[in-house]
């Protein structure tokens, strides 16, 4: 599924998946024994909650019916009932400590449970070939390292462990009401039936409307994370109304979701709370009766009328805690559907290990095509030797750029094979092909952080005088100095403070200092002005005749130097030699380079 469109946001939902589940629990496993500790805590919360109602019924009918009926001394009931009140406080003391203490232990938990799993995605995430990038928005990938995964936050701290509560509590309630009295309890549970229905139909419209918001959210990231990018072009081309009646359509379907998910919620709730009215009129009714007559005290009819109330408690809490879980599920389903894609690239099963490389490249006889038989190359051979310069030319879409992807290894061929050193690069680990290759692409992506980073990319290796060194190689400390901080100038989103040719030159120096044996250059001079340019062809020269160098070049006049240029048109290597020759053929290069010239003219 790594090659496919990542398709799941308008899958079918189940109400609780035992698979999705049991991965997810799977999570917990290095922190069992919090989780025993929490749940623990729980069963001594809930017991203490089922003893409060039990204490009051005995402070009614052991002491103030009792002393209302003269059977014993104002005294004695006067202790006895403060020893119960001493005794109530001090439950309620040491809830307040447990709950205190297990939803703080639960929160700690479920923070370190989120922590590893959004290390795991984004690891998860690095390793992912350039042609699942191609098939997901950024936006869509997002939302499942953030939203997501912080719906499952909710669900390990909010649902797991406090579902055993709630039908611990929901147990204790029922064992001790039949044990108070077996028919009061009886009538008081002849609304259960009625409770399950409502449930049921609830959670076949929340199931619905979850589905739809989920879906709808991930439409409307993906928008904002694409048009927010694209800001300068959306206000350059005055397309703002257009594209904000467009983000109205996105907003209006995820606000109906929100409303249809909202509306079935908003029902329900209010069914409970109607339940509960029609159980405690029941026990009213029945249970009163049943005092006036003598058979049942008033203290057991007080505490059911209690428990009553906390039965309730828990159900309407779970059907929150349903609300979480569903959301969760959809969100796990995601992640994990993610964290099950596999990379098409992947390391080769017996690796040979390059300490070091000469720099000899072969494409052999290449068939590459990144949607099924829609060839981009077509049987591309052509060796590079060591130290050589070669250029790749050719209109827009000819394949130059293809080439280079799969040097690096970002995309694998269909047919034929590219080697290095004579070693084809599927058996080279990947961290040393890449390590070998420094390549300056024509849209160079600068990170947020500082200039010395954004050259050294966080390699450790790399000092700051290795750093200067590169810069200096490219003429990039000219500007660089002239920051106030320097190296350590901070620098924003994608460099925006920074001049194209000056983003340019911070691209060459980031991959001139890592030293590479073969060096790539994607358009790298097409968006740098004259001066810039001619600041850097001198170094260009000297770096070039050391390593074995790759141009793909727009501007004809900048690669005249290369021991051979090769001409791609329409995905195949038309022409193939150094400058002077191809000119005197008069083919597919001449008429390029007369095109070009003659547009210069014409400027």
Known sequence: MSNKKFQVEMAEEKAFDFHLMKRLLAYIKPYIFQMAVTILLLVLVTLADLARPYLIKLAIDNH???????????????????????????????????????????????????????????????????????????????????????????????????????????????????????????????????????????????????????????????????????????????????????????????????????????????????????????????????????????????????????????????????????SAMASAERIFSLLDTKPTITEPASPQILPSIKGKIEFDHVWFAYQGEDWVLKDISFTVEPGQTFALVGATGAGKTSVINLLNRLYDVQKGEIRIDGIPIKDIPLTDLRRFIGVVMQDVFIFAGDVAENISLGNPKLSLDDIKKAAEYVHANHFIERLPKGYKEPVTERGATFSTGERQLLAFARALAYNPAILVLDEATANIDTETELLIQDALKKLTAQRTTLIVAHRLSTIQHADCILVFHHGRLVEAGPHQELLAKRGRYYQLYRLQYQEVAEV
């Open 64 to 326: 103030l019916t009792a002393f209302a009926s003269n059977t014993s001394s104002f005294k004695e009931h006067a202790g006895a009932l403060l020893r119960l009140v001493l005794f109530y406080l001090l439950l309620i003391a040491a809830s307040f400590g447990l709950n205190y203490s297990q939803a703080l232990l639960l929160e700690i938990t479920g923070q370190r449970i989120i922590y590893t799993l959004r290390k795991q995605v984004f690891n998860h995430l690095l390793k992912l070939d350039i042609a699942f990038f191609d098939a997901n928005p950024v936006g869509r990938l997002v939302t499942r390292v953030t939203n997501d995964i912080q719906n499952l936050q909710e669900m390990y701290s909010g649902v797991i462990i406090t579902l055993f509560k709630d039908f611990f509590l929901l147990a204790g309630i029922i064992i001790v009401m039949l044990r108070l009295h077996t028919v009061l309890a009886l009538v008081s549970f002849a609304v259960i039936p009625l409770i399950l229905l409502a449930t049921i139909i609830y959670q076949l419209y929340a199931r619905q409307a979850f589905r739809a918001i989920r879906a709808n959210l991930a439409q409307v990231n993906s928008f904002l994370q694409e048009h927010l990018s694209g800001m300068s072009i959306i206000q350059s081309f005055n397309k703002e109304d257009f594209k904000y009646e467009e983000f109205k359509k996105y907003n209006r379907k995820l606000h109906q979701a929100n409303m249809d998910e909202l509306l079935s919620f908003s029902t329900f709730r209010p069914s409970m709370d109607l339940m509960y009215a029609l159980a405690l009129a029941l026990l009213i009714w029945y249970g009163g009766g049943k005092v006036i007559q003598g058979s049942v005290s008033f203290g057991v009819l007080y505490a059911f009328i209690n428990y009553i109330e906390q039965f309730f408690h828990p159900i309407n809490d779970l059907t929150e805690k349903y609300s979480i879980l569903q």
